[in-house]
């Protein structure tokens, strides 16, 4: 099995253009989510999904987009990259139910010029 | 939301314990975990208790958890240098009892002395 796979590793945008951060899980998991992890200040919620179709905001949702049209893809829009979005993006996914463990992929380090 | 509190560093000669130590501040989190992250990798869980046990051992890890004080420690035994990376306490949101909707702490950079 794959787990959690992000696409790209690396990424530098200029401020104001836009891209999306893929991920993808083959393990049939309802729940994936995206972070953000920042020096000093361990990760962040951005957005998460409970099932396909259905999205909802978590801590620092400001700039960013999601959308969940399978079980198995997650992808984060970024609409116009701004430098404080400037940070390592981890996805991850899980079954939610109980102790269960949240995978994560191996993260997309964006830096926004 | 949650706060989730780590130190962010940690030194220790290989082979001594190592204690790494968080605080949180919602008592009803049924599932608290620590995860370990390597130079340059994702995030592996590495153990979880359950919030009605006072403590839980597996090999040379020893996770203490204290609900009164809402602290929760993870003890590495006879640390190696293959443990030095960053280590991460989270607590499941408000709530919520599955490993979605994480709060991280800070992370605690362990490093190990040869």
């Known amino acids: 099995n794959a787990g959690v796979t992000q696409t790209p590793k690396f990424q530098v945008l200029k401020t104001g253009q836009s891209m999306t951060l893929q991920c993808a899980q083959d393990?049939?998991?309802?729940?994936m989510s995206w972070y953000r992890q920042d020096p000093g200040m361990g990760l962040r919620l951005i957005h998460y999904?409970?099932?396909?179709?259905?999205?909802d905001q978590g801590e620092v949702p400001n700039g960013y987009n999601v959308s969940r049209s399978t079980t198995e893809d997650f992808p984060l829009r970024l609409l116009s990259a701004a430098p404080s979005q400037t940070s390592v993006y981890f996805c991850?996914?899980?079954?939610?139910?109980?102790?269960?463990?949240?995978?994560f992929g191996q993260g997309t380090r964006l830096t926004v010029v | 939301g949650e706060d989730v509190e780590q130190s962010l560093f940690l030194s220790v000669r290989e082979g001594d314990s190592s204690v790494i130590n968080c605080t949180y501040t919602d008592s009803s989190s049924t599932y608290l975990y620590w995860y370990k992250q390597e130079p340059g990798a994702g995030l592996q869980l590495l153990t979880y208790?359950?919030?009605?046990?006072d403590m839980k051992q597996d090999q040379r890890l020893t996770v203490l958890l204290n609900k009164k004080d809402k602290h929760l420690s993870l003890r590495i035994a006879d640390t190696q240098t293959g443990d030095s990376a960053i280590y991460f306490c989270?607590?499941?949101?408000?709530?919520?009892?599955?490993?979605?909707?994480?709060?991280f702490g800070t992370g605690t950079r362990l490093t190990v002395i040869p």
């Open positions: 393990m049939n998991h309802e729940y």
């Open positions: 991850a996914s899980s079954t939610g139910q109980g102790e269960t463990e949240a995978f």
């Open positions: 989270a607590v499941p949101a408000l709530y919520q009892t599955g490993a979605n909707n994480l709060f």
């Open positions: 999904s409970v099932g396909a179709g259905i999205t």
């Open positions: 208790i359950f919030s009605n046990m």
